[in-house]
């Protein structure tokens, strides 16, 4: 059971994660797919909006908002601090990990923040 609007909903869960970002304006859920080479590790590959530039993104839980991870950070804008977690980024070679906190209500500005180097033209997330 969980609870949606103050509603309980008896509704199965996927358990599947999404990518939702500032590239579409967090309008979209973009599925993360398993990798065949790294299981249980799975990725979401999608296009920036310019480089070079930024883009923010959060992963959820069967596109529910109040299932979603966050960077372990200690302003919770950057993705930097300490923590355990999981989770990591990888735009188009240039790639960190970074720790994760969730799934839950993710704080404000609770959010991966990537710097997109000239000539990329793709963010892709890796997610173990």
């Given at each position: 059971l969980r609870s949606e609007g103050g509603l309980v909903s008896s509704e199965k869960t996927s358990g599947l994660f999404f990518l939702m970002g500032t590239w579409d304006q967090w309008e979209s859920f973009t599925p993360l797919l398993p990798e065949a080479t790294r299981c249980p590790s799975c990725r979401?590959?999608?296009?920036?909006r310019r480089a070079p530039g930024v883009e923010e993104f959060q992963i959820a839980i069967d596109r529910d908002l109040c299932q979603r991870f966050w960077p372990c950070a200690g302003?919770?804008?950057?993705?930097?601090?300490?923590?355990?977690?999981?989770?990591?980024f990888l735009a188009d070679g240039v790639g960190a990990s970074e720790p994760a906190l969730g799934p839950g209500n993710a704080p404000r500005g609770g959010r991966w923040r990537v710097e997109v180097p000239a000539g990329c033209r793709w963010l892709e997330v890796h997610w173990a």
């Open positions: 979401a590959r999608v296009q920036v302003d919770g804008t950057d993705g930097t601090g300490d923590g355990d977690g999981r989770g990591s």
